[in-house]
C-alpha cells in the first residue's frame, strides 16, 4: 500500500487558517488521497477527498500538488471544535476500498 | 450524511464471556462493513473487510475464530469477541462503503469501547 507522512501534531490559533501537510511519494495513479478526522472518543469522519484537482467543501479545502506526491488539507479558519486527529489517507478503488489509517496529525487549537 | 450506529457503546465484560457489538446503516444499504479496532493512545487498525451475504476478509494477524463477523443484511453488520480477555479490551470501530450510494468515502460509527475485566 502506498504510504502517507504526516506530522505527528500541530498547533493553530483560533479563527485563523490552517495548513495540515501529507507526502504521499508512493501514490500510484488510481489512488485517491482521502482526509478524516478524529474527534476524542468519536469515530473518524470524511473531511474531505481528490484525485488530481484541488477540491473544495464547507468544511475544508485540498490543495494537490502537480506531482500528486504531495497535499494540504486547508481549514480556513480554525475553530476550537477543529481539534481532532487528521488522518491523510490514499485509497485505491481497484484495491478494495480501503482505508489504512496512519498516524495522523493531532491538531490543538488554542482560544 | 448516512448514519451509521453502535450498540452497544460501551460495554464490560468478565474474561472469558462473548461479546456482540452491532452495527447498522441506518438509511442507506451498505453492501460492504469494515471492522476496526483502536488502542489507546494508536490509530486505527483493519480487522476485516465485511460484504453482505459472504464470509468477511481478515486482516493479517487477525484471529477468524475470535473476532466472529457477520454480515447478514445490508443494514447490519456484527462483531462477536469470543471468550473476550484483557487484551481484547479496545475500541472498535465500524464502517459502511458509501460507493453503494454513489459517494467515495466511508461513513463510521461512534464506536464501542469494551472493557474486560
Known amino acids: 500500500d502506498a504510504k502517507t507522512t504526516q506530522p505527528n501534531s500541530m498547533e493553530s490559533n483560533e479563527e485563523e487558517p490552517v495548513h495540515l501537510p501529507c507526502n504521499h511519494s508512493?501514490?500510484?495513479?488510481?489512488?485517491?488521497i482521502h482526509w478524516y478526522r478524529q474527534l476524542p472518543s468519536q469515530g473518524p469522519e470524511y473531511v474531505i477527498h481528490?484525485?488530481?484537482s484541488n477540491v473544495n467543501n464547507r468544511m475544508a479545502s485540498l490543495a494537490i500538488a502537480e506531482d500528486r506526491k504531495s497535499s494540504t488539507l486547508i481549514l480556513h479558519r480554525a475553530t476550537l471544535r477543529d481539534a481532532a486527529v487528521y488522518y491523510c489517507?490514499?485509497?485505491?478503488?481497484?484495491?478494495?476500498?480501503?482505508?489504512?489509517f496512519g498516524g495522523g496529525t493531532r491538531l490543538m487549537v488554542k482560544p | 450524511g448516512a448514519v451509521v450506529s453502535q450498540h452497544p457503546s460501551r460495554v464490560i465484560c468478565k474474561s472469558g464471556t462473548s461479546v456482540k457489538i452491532e452495527c447498522r446503516s441506518l438509511?442507506?444499504?451498505?453492501?460492504?462493513m469494515f471492522w476496526y479496532r483502536q488502542f489507546p493512545k494508536q490509530s486505527l487498525m483493519l480487522m476485516a473487510t465485511?460484504?453482505?451475504?459472504?464470509?468477511?476478509?481478515?486482516e493479517q494477524g487477525v484471529e477468524k475464530d475470535k473476532f466472529l463477523i457477520n454480515h447478514a443484511s445490508l443494514t447490519l453488520s456484527t462483531l462477536t469477541v469470543t471468550s473476550a480477555h484483557p487484551e481484547d479490551s479496545s475500541f472498535y470501530i465500524c464502517?459502511?462503503?458509501?460507493?453503494?450510494?454513489?459517494?467515495?468515502?466511508?461513513?463510521f460509527g461512534p464506536g464501542t469501547r469494551l472493557t474486560v475485566l
Open positions: 464502517s459502511a462503503d458509501g460507493l453503494a450510494r454513489g459517494r467515495n468515502e466511508q461513513f
Open positions: 508512493t501514490i500510484s495513479g488510481t489512488d485517491y
Open positions: 481528490g484525485l488530481t
Open positions: 489517507i490514499l485509497r485505491d478503488l481497484n484495491a478494495g476500498n480501503m482505508l489504512t
Open positions: 438509511d442507506f444499504q451498505a453492501t460492504t
Open positions: 465485511s460484504n453482505e451475504g459472504s464470509k468477511a476478509t481478515y
